[in-house]
């Protein structure tokens, strides 16, 4: 039998477990190369996001104003009476108007919803095509028949995407982007 030294055998078991730690694991440089990558995958990620981001405050907020505004038709259907919505740059009111004063909200009458639009959100009134103007702001109203005058309200977001809310003549409610 061919028996080695004892100390040769330790020696040996001691570099075996010395070249087992050593392939354990991630070298610091290993570890920094993967986080440099990350880093840079993720910079290129970041304008994509924050785009999308964007444009889903612009759709949440066009979506909500013609949920607004369909609210604003049934109750004037259900009162027989006219409902207003009254639009300002960063808002919008729904109430039921009286008429003294068509499509501006006065005392007395019944708020039946205040928006405030997201952050990055605004109402073009210029580009609005309902009554009023751009710096009072923009009204229109809904009959008891559920009808309503021709009109358009443009929302756009911090990158210049735009979407209007369109109202036809017989109360219909649709969106649509503008290109």
């Avoid at 959100?121 to 229109?140: M, P």
Wanted: glycine share 8%; aromatic share 6%; hydrophobic share 40%.
């Amino acid at each position: 039998m061919n028996a080695s030294p004892p100390c040769q055998t330790l020696a040996l078991q001691q570099k075996e477990v010395e070249t087992r730690r050593s392939d354990v694991g991630f070298t610091l440089w290993e570890a920094l190369v993967v986080l440099a990558i990350i880093g840079v995958m993720s910079l290129t990620a970041l304008p994509n996001v924050l785009n999308w981001q964007s444009e889903a405050k612009l759709r949440v907020a066009s979506d909500n104003l013609r949920g607004d505004l369909e609210l604003a038709k049934v109750r004037a259907i259900q009162e027989n009476s006219y409902v207003a919505i009254q639009l300002s740059r960063k808002a919008y009111k729904v109430f039921v108007d009286n008429g003294a004063h068509p499509g501006m909200i006065d005392p007395g009458e019944s708020l039946l919803k205040y928006r405030q639009l997201p952050a990055g959100v605004t109402i073009d009134l210029e580009a609005t095509t309902f009554d009023g103007d751009a710096i009072v702001g923009r009204k229109t109203r809904f009959s008891g028949r559920g009808t309503a005058r021709n009109g358009t309200a443009v929302l756009v977001n911090s990158q210049g995407i735009r979407r209007k809310v369109v109202i036809s003549q017989l109360g219909r409610i649709r969106v649509e982007r503008i290109r």
